[in-house]
């Protein structure tokens, strides 16, 4: 065995360094010993050394099953830099030729190869569990290894293969490694790879350095994250999106925003993907817009934040893309933006799929959405969540956290909670209890008879919306547990039939409620940075300009424009054509210049330092598009006509022309077709309705005239009053 110094000079002359981090030490000993080993290990815990360290000391060569190239690539040129003898480290995959695949095995057959990566796809090839048959293997690591487990977050089905292939290649220790795993999940590694009795080292989940915080995906989402990029100029950053379209789109926005950004998805061939990396680490480019595909293996210490465009299919998911932040444990910022409609349309996806597929899916995203909605400290869910427990009642480095919602006292519902659950035998999902305790006698409630039993109904007298926050706060209290692997059913605990016997205080916070069109949030938390006080000037101004020109006060200024005045702060013409729904028509209007002068006076008073120029650019594409309709316009052409040649339906080219005249502040002349399927006199009282009307409401507007005309109809001359009146 290697004793302690010898070990700490290989560390030293390998890779360079003093000591070794965190239970490093140990589990290298017991992988020098022979001994099946699992490692739970969060990303940046220095995972890798754990097996590239044994196999540099060991006799033959150990064999690394990876799931992507890329990571591959990149870890035998880590290695192969370390070294002196070249071809200490191989890869061997479908990207190599005949004549490399060759200089591969006769390095591992001199022993010159101490370290062969391969894919689980690779690993199962005929020819090479022949060639490996004839090696000797001093140990197997399976690296990513949730990916073995269905109720993983990257489940791949190639990973249950592995186990058998190792038994035909011959049998020798195995070391799985992954950086999140639920106890399901681990439990399920260790069945699957056959090491059901390996040596456990699971090292704290927590990483104190990151930021967490969840805020209301809105409409205005793009011009959110880069508002937030350009608060942190130069800063590395990765962006998560669920689909390729979306991470292309974002891409070219941020770009067209001068941003140095790139896309990368599964998509793009590989020497686009490997370009794309090798810029991102070298720092040619700060930010990389991507799906899941990117980061496994991903070896950048200074990434700064970490944001998710859409809400994550799983908490594991999200776990591992967060842990790319801050590795050195300098800052690092997860942002995920959370839309219930996104959650609904995650669940859709899982339609056609097997009933148990779909019950996993559907367990993992309840959890996801459990941590969106929570006003507990996220840090705190998320240990939980890994089976660990965190004693802090403030991490001081969440949004909640720091802005801590009010408590109220809940003993008496929590009381209701656990009753309820015992009265139907601990055999069902929260959202069942919920329905139970608000006495909703649904089909299933009706189909087990639990609507007889005295305990239904017993919450029905309470606000809805505080159970889910009472059930989530008791399974962390530990009043309660989860059995995961039994579909989620609630269990009552032996502190929660105690606490039923003698109830203690029990406060807890309500979910945050996220409605679609709320404010986004900021880094630090709360609203956006709205100046209250200005927007209460700019208000004042509007009205006066509204009298002296007898307009409504929204045809001079929108209140979404005010909103961004007062966030921005513009004090020039220029600047101020930045603002949405402001144009060069707008700027002419003579009651633009005193805006300005009033913002101007009020920084100069208040000493405001002013962000920079955060306009979202649209993406060329879009910009090309809006160019076309307006030469369309200016020629004349129906506008039914103009969206067939567009290829858009006529509802989608209406928000086109809204956008263009109430959020761009362009002037547009539409006369030509109105007077083509409308009455003079019908578009006047229409117009002179939207004159009397404190605010443009459409709502009002059907309301007044549905019966007399279509939707499309009254949209069409809101359109023309607001380009007529406004700019």
Not at 40 to 50: R, V, W, Y
Request: charged share 30%; aromatic share 8%.
């Amino acid at each position: 065995m290697t004793d302690k110094k010898n070990l700490t000079e290989a560390l030293k002359k390998y890779f360079g360094f003093d000591t070794f981090k965190g239970d490093q030490e140990v589990i290298i000993r017991n992988v020098l010993e022979g001994r099946d080993t699992f490692v739970l290990m969060p990303t940046g815990g220095g995972k890798s050394l754990c097996y590239q360290l044994p196999s540099l000391l060991m006799d033959g060569v150990a064999i690394v099953i990876s799931p992507l190239i890329a990571l591959m690539k990149n870890q035998v040129d880590f290695i192969s830099h370390l070294s002196e003898q070249e071809g200490t480290a191989h890869f061997l995959n479908s990207s190599l030729n005949k004549a490399a695949i060759d200089q591969v095995k006769s390095d591992i057959k001199s022993g010159t190869t101490k370290l062969l990566y391969v894919a689980p796809e690779s690993l199962t090839k005929e020819d090479n569990v022949e060639f490996l048959k004839t090696c000797r293997i001093s140990f197997y690591a399976i690296d990513e290894a949730h990916c073995i487990s269905e109720w993983g977050h990257d489940f791949r089905p190639e990973y249950r293969r592995i186990r058998p292939i190792i038994n035909e290649i011959g049998n020798a220790p195995v070391i799985a490694l992954t950086a999140t795993a639920t106890d399901k999940v681990r439990t399920d590694i260790k069945k699957n790879l056959g090491i059901v009795n390996a040596d456990e080292f699971k090292s704290s989940f927590n990483r104190p350095n990151l930021y967490y915080e969840v805020r209301p995906k809105t409409k205005d989402i793009d011009k959110d994250i880069v508002r937030f990029i350009k608060q942190h100029p130069g800063k590395s950053g990765i962006i998560y999106c669920l689909s390729r379209k979306k991470v292309e789109d974002l891409a070219e926005v941020l770009r067209a925003n001068d941003i140095k950004a790139q896309c990368y998805h599964a998509g793009l061939d590989s020497s686009t993907r490997s370009q794309t990396q090798d810029d991102f680490l070298m720092e040619r480019i700060d930010v990389i817009v991507a799906t899941i595909a990117f980061g496994m293996g991903i070896d950048k210490p200074d990434v700064r934040f970490v944001i998710h465009y859409d809400i994550p299919k799983s908490l594991e998911g999200y776990y591992q893309e967060t842990g790319r932040a801050g590795r050195d444990g300098g800052e690092g910022l997860c942002i995920a933006f959370y839309s219930y409609k996104d959650l609904q349309k995650l669940d859709k996806f899982m339609e056609g799929k097997p009933v148990a597929e779909q019950d996993i899916g559907r367990q993992l995203l309840q959890e996801t959405a459990a941590y969106a909605e929570t006003s507990v400290c996220r840090r705190k869910m998320l240990l939980h969540y890994f089976g660990e427990e965190y004693d802090k009642d403030n991490c001081g480095n969440c949004d909640n956290c720091l802005h801590p919602g009010s408590k109220i006292e809940a003993k008496k519902q929590l009381v209701i909670v656990l009753n309820a659950i015992l009265a139907v035998k601990e055999n069902f999902r929260s959202d069942y209890i919920i329905d139970f305790l608000m006495g909703r006698d649904t089909d299933e409630i009706v189909a087990h008879k639990h609507q007889e039993l005295e305990e239904f109904g017993a919450g029905e007298d309470e606000e809805p919306k505080i159970w889910n926050p009472i059930i989530r706060q008791a399974l962390i209290a530990g009043y309660l547990k989860k059995e995961v692997e039994n579909y989620g059913l609630l269990k009552v605990t032996a502190a929660g039939k105690r606490f039923i016997k003698n109830p203690q205080s029990f406060m807890v916070v309500k979910d945050h409620e996220f409605n679609e069109d709320e404010e986004a949030m900021t880094a630090e938390g709360g609203t956006s940075a709205l100046d209250p006080t200005l927007s209460a000037m700019l208000h004042d101004l509007r009205k006066k300009w509204s009298r002296k020109l007898e307009r409504p006060p929204y045809v001079i200024f929108q209140d979404v424009s005010l909103e961004q005045m007062a966030t921005d702060y513009p004090v020039t013409l220029e600047e101020l054509k930045n603002i949405q729904g402001v144009g060069d028509g707008k700027t002419r209007q003579p009651y633009a210049k005193e805006f300005v002068d009033l913002i101007k006076r009020y920084c100069e008073e208040h000493e405001i330092e002013r962000q920079s120029d955060l306009r979202v650019r649209t993406k060329a594409k879009d910009s090309m598009r809006k160019l076309k309709i307006l030469q369309n316009i200016d020629r004349r052409i129906a506008l039914d006509d103009i969206a067939n040649a567009l290829g858009i339906d006529f509802e989608e080219l209406l928000d086109e022309l809204e956008g263009i005249v109430l959020y761009s502040g362009n002037k547009i002349n539409i006369d030509y077709f109105l007077n083509e399927i409308m009455g003079t006199d019908d578009v006047s009282d229409i117009c002179d309705f939207f004159t009397g009307q404190e605010n443009d409401d459409l709502e009002a507007a059907y309301d007044e005239f549905g019966s007399d005309f279509s939707e499309d109809e009254i949209r069409l001359v809101r359109i023309k009053f607001i380009s007529d009146m406004a700019n």
